[in-house]
Nanobody
Framework: QVQLVESGGGLVQPGGSLRLSCKVS????????LGWFRQAPGKEREGVAC????????NYADSVKGRFTISRDNAKNTAYLHLDDVKQEDTAVYYC?????????????????????WGQGTQVTASS
């Protein structure tokens, strides 16, 4: 059974940093693309970052480019999203997702439509 478990969310002051983790079990994460998505109350889900199979490519939404960094540790079968210079508008529940059909484009919109494996989410709240 495949499981994705996010952790690392919490309260952060604007301008601060946070690292989210996505621990994966049941598949070899290196062989899959993976995306980070977020959803704020009353807003649609947004793809914020993705990393391709064997880290071949990474891509970011314009809203987080230069502030967020996606990475993975193959030995730990874990992906990360490092948030720097956090803004109030980054407040949302953050999810990691993957799947056989998930594709990380080199540029452009990151879609979660093809991801069929999702974590439960972790809340990030940026507030002073």
């Amino acid at each position: 059974q495949v499981q994705l478990v996010e952790s690392g969310g919490g309260l952060v002051q604007p301008g601060g940093s946070l690292r989210l983790s996505c621990k994966v079990s049941g598949l070899i994460l290196e062989d899959y693309g993976l995306g980070w998505f977020r959803q704020a109350p009353g807003k649609e889900r947004e793809g914020v970052a993705c990393i391709g199979v064997r880290s071949s490519v990474s891509n970011y939404a314009d809203s987080v480019k230069g502030r967020f960094t996606i990475s993975r540790d193959n030995a730990k079968n874990t992906a990360y999203l490092h948030l720097d210079d956090v803004k109030q508008e980054d407040t949302a529940v953050y999810y990691c997702a993957t799947g056989n059909q998930f594709y990380c484009p080199a540029y452009g919109r990151i879609s979660g439509a093809a991801a069929d494996l999702w974590g439960q989410g972790t809340q990030v709240t940026a507030s002073s």
